[in-house]
């Protein structure tokens, strides 16, 4: 069940999209997720580890009513190519999915599959998966958020950008620089505060030369671009108050890869939308856009619904 927090502390109802948000106190409900038996929470972060990893379990539910089409921006001087899946009608209003670490475009096909008339949806390999360049890891939520702007399109209204875990950061980025070319963000269990972001010694092992290269790719740029995350997020800090477009935040309540505390984190900080909320989906974890597809497009709809930005 989805639910958007009206009234509760740390994060805004609806008539509070412009006012000021306040702390987050033990008793509020993203504060109290830290509740509940540890071997059931253990669990929890173990499963969505391999998730993430393997993509075992997350399976594709709901029937395609459309087949996406696979094309490719071809590279140009330092800029790689950028592989992409595409569905509804060319010329319609666009909205692009940004997908997480590791991951691909295929991640979106929920998504894609139920492109309404007048849209056009677009879902990107990132740089360095699936079918995109380059063959080395890009960590720089800039170069990435450039990436996706060559593909936001031309047309009389702006894209609307859609970004889950890693890509959540990468769409933040692209409204704080392309601010007239984005019109709405829609954030899927995004990562966003620094300070939650922890190195495990392993993962500077797996980035070490030797090990690396015996890793398969994604897994070992997934694993240079989360270490370079903390900093990448503290740059873009800076940046979050710049960002004018309406943001919505979605966020599964048992998500253990990244915390509910983030969503009040972006509350907090993007003080200069002119529209900012927090839906949160009780009993969901991190990958609402593959088991919960629903849900997304529920989020999305009601964003696009947006006024414009000034």
């Not at 379990?57 to 595409?86: K, M, N, V």
């Amino acid at each position: 069940m989805a639910r958007e927090e009206a009234g509760r502390p740390g994060l805004p109802d609806r008539g509070a999209d412009h006012g000021a948000p306040v702390a987050l106190p033990p008793s509020s409900p993203v504060a109290g997720l830290r509740r509940g038996g540890r071997v059931l929470r253990m669990g929890r972060a173990i499963r969505e580890q391999v998730q993430a990893a393997t993509g075992i379990g997350l399976s594709t539910p709901g029937t395609r009513r459309l087949q996406p089409r696979r094309a490719t921006r071809p590279g140009c001087g330092a800029e790689p190519p950028i592989s992409f899946l595409s569905a509804g009608g060319p010329g319609g209003r666009r909205v692009v999915f940004i997908h997480g670490t590791p991951g691909d475009a295929s991640d979106w096909l929920p998504l894609l599959a139920n492109a309404p008339d007048g849209q056009e949806r677009i879902a990107i390999d990132r740089p360095g998966f699936g079918r995109s360049g380059p063959g080395r890891p890009v960590v720089s939520l800039a170069e990435q958020a450039h990436a996706v702007a060559t593909l936001l399109g031309t047309g009389a209204e702006p894209a609307v950008v859609v970004g889950s875990s890693y890509g959540g950061p990468v769409a933040l980025r692209l409204a704080a620089d392309e601010p007239e070319r984005v019109a709405g963000v829609l954030l899927v269990g995004a990562a966003a505060d620094p300070a939650r972001e922890h190195i495990h010694p392993l993962q500077r092992l797996g980035a070490t030369k030797i090990v690396a290269g015996l890793l398969p790719r994604a897994l070992a740029h997934a694993n240079a671009e989360l270490i370079a995350l903390r900093d990448e997020l503290k740059a873009l800090e800076q940046r979050l108050a710049r960002i004018r477009a309406p943001v919505t935040i979605l966020q599964g309540m048992r998500d253990t890869l990244v915390p509910p505390e983030n969503a009040a984190y972006l509350v907090e900080r993007l003080t200069g939308s002119i529209a900012r909320r927090a839906m949160l989906v009780e009993n969901a974890g991190h990958f609402l856009h593959i088991l919960r597809p629903e849900i997304v497009e529920t989020a999305l709809e009601r964003l696009l619904a947006e006024p414009q930005t000034p």
